[in-house]
T-cell receptor
Framework: NAGVMQNPRHLVRRRGQEARLRCSPM?????VYWYRQLPEEGLKFMVY????????ESGMPKERFSAEFPKEGPSILRIQQVVRGDSAAYFC??????????????FGAGTRLSVL | DQQVKQNSPSLSVQEGRISILNCDYT??????FLWYKKYPAEGPTFLIS?????DKNEDGRFTVFLNKSAKHLSLHIVPSQPGDSAVYFC????????????FGGGTRLMVKP
């Protein structure tokens, strides 16, 4: 019973390049969340998706960032024209249903993005 | 505007003693609270949670206490073990305001043998 799978684990990009981060949720989970962690800080919510729908993107920067969760395949977080400030750990989480009374978000190991 | 705060960045405890990690929040709409444990280069691992209708939840060595009037929760680990050394994050969600978790900044726990 695999957990949340993220790849790559480490990604190095030069300024101006594109970064694509992938996340496969746990089996049976249809809700996916992306969080970003800057050094020495807590995790900050970015976006919440269900299959083929963006439900809440209130934490996403307005430019250069996009996310999708297609009908088939993993969720993708895409960062265009990366800048040094995008260097961070990006975590994906999944849950079976809406987080609230009983549904817990389970996290992947993260993708560490370094922008040179 | 930090809605969830963990005011102690680090805590050192002797093996076998109790570890108490604290968390304060400001948003009265939060109704579900979680604690996660994180090792370096790994993702957060869920530990224990509590709904706002309760004031205590226990799971083995871990107990979470919630004081709604003070907007304060705490995680007790007893007895503490060296393998508990990690960064602990508290997180909160508002059930009717979306699914996002709002995290505190974390407390690094060191359990000395």
């Amino acid at each position: 019973n695999a957990g949340v799978m993220q790849n790559p684990r480490h990604l190095v990009r030069r300024r101006g390049q594109e970064a694509r981060l992938r996340c496969s949720p746990m089996k049976g989970h249809s809700h996916v969340y992306w969080y970003r962690q800057l050094p020495e800080e807590g995790l900050k919510f970015m976006v919440y998706l269900q299959k083929e729908n963006i439900i809440d993107e209130s934490g996403m920067p307005k430019e250069r960032f996009s996310a999708e969760f297609p009908k088939e395949g993993p969720s993708i977080l895409r960062i265009q024209q990366v800048v040094r400030g995008d260097s961070a750990a990006y975590f994906c989480a999944s849950s079976r249903d809406r987080v609230g009374a009983k549904n817990i978000q389970y996290f992947g190991a993260g993708t560490r993005l370094s922008v040179l | 505007d930090q809605q969830v705060k963990q005011n102690s960045p680090s805590l050192s405890v002797q093996e076998g003693r109790i570890s108490i990690l604290n968390c304060d929040y400001t948003n009265s709409m939060f109704d579900y609270f979680l604690w996660y444990k994180k090792y370096p280069a790994e993702g957060p691992t869920f530990l224990i949670s509590i709904s706002s209708i309760k004031d205590k939840n226990e799971d083995g060595r871990f107990t979470v206490f919630l004081n709604k009037s003070a907007k304060h929760l705490s995680l007790h680990i007893v007895p503490s073990q060296p393998g508990d050394s990690a960064v602990y994050f508290c997180a909160a969600s508002a059930g009717n305001a979306g699914n996002m978790l709002t995290f505190g900044g974390g407390t690094r726990l060191m359990v000395k043998p």
